[in-house]
């Protein structure tokens, strides 16, 4: 997951708002977002690689979500894969601030966390800053630490403050966000990444050959306590291939 833009109590109708594109190899075997039959109440997606996941969410409004850190990383045998943290608080009873406080950090590749239930949220990081309660707003999380501004970010923010300003909030408007191919000359990286890449990257939505948007989720906690989930799945050119849509 490459790019989060969400909203922790910043809407009367929807406390919880979730815009999120997963960015992956073309080649790193995934299952589609789907409820999990060894572990029933989790609704996540699934990496075939590694056996993690990098977004889930569970019917007791559970939530956790993974972005790995941008920097030249080299893995060691003895770390573990960053998805497993998603999985791993999913299946804890602790709170998202003593899960934060329990994680060994140096158990994993630079990474950034957010695990929240229905009264709080905690973004976590191995890398600067290490664990921060969120207070309600609204917030981007990348490659890099959480707000870090980055244009793609930055641009993400704003759109979901308008939406939620204009109380526009829908499936279709965060999905518009998320389709935002526009890159940005000003964030190219060409220190960590290829040329190419690195100028791909910079837009919200990246389309390459060998690394892009696998995946598109929105997620919609309403007040009522009933959760909307939406799955778009992308190919290498940036076209869909299927959608799913969970409520419960």
Not at 88 to 111: C, E, H, I, K, L
Not at 134 to 156: C, F, H, M, Q, V
Not at 169 to 185: Q, Y
Not at 202 to 229: D, K, N, Q, W
Request: charged share 25%.
């Amino acid at each position: 997951m490459c790019l989060i833009a969400f909203a922790w109590r910043a809407h009367p109708e929807f406390p919880f708002i979730v815009a999120a594109n997963r960015d992956e190899f073309h080649d790193r075997p995934t299952e589609e977002a789907g409820w999990w039959p060894d572990k029933p109440d989790l609704l996540a997606g699934r990496d075939l690689q590694a056996g993690g996941s990098w977004l889930a969410v569970s019917k007791s409004c559970r939530f956790a979500a993974v972005t790995n850190y941008r920097e030249q990383y080299f893995a060691r045998v003895e770390h573990k894969s960053r998805g497993e943290l998603v999985t791993r608080f999913m299946s804890s009873n602790q709170g998202p601030a003593q899960f934060s406080r329990d994680t060994d950090g140096d158990d994993y590749g630079g990474f950034n966390l957010l695990t929240a239930d229905r009264s709080s949220i905690t973004y976590l990081s191995n890398r600067g800053e290490m664990q921060t309660d969120l207070e309600p707003g609204i917030y981007g999380l990348s490659n890099a630490s959480l707000d870090t501004p980055w244009s793609k970010l930055l641009r993400s923010k704003k759109r979901l403050t308008e939406l939620i300003d204009a109380d526009d909030v829908s499936e279709t408007t965060l999905m518009a966000i998320l389709e935002d191919r526009e890159t940005a000359i000003e964030d190219v990286d060409s220190e960590h990444l290829a040329i190419d890449l690195a100028q791909a990257v910079t837009a919200p939505f990246i389309v390459s050959e060998t690394y892009g948007t696998r995946s598109s989720t929105v997620m919609l906690c309403h007040a009522s306590g009933s959760t909307e989930f939406i799955e778009q799945r992308y190919d290498a050119s940036g076209n869909v291939t299927g959608r799913s849509r969970f409520s419960f």
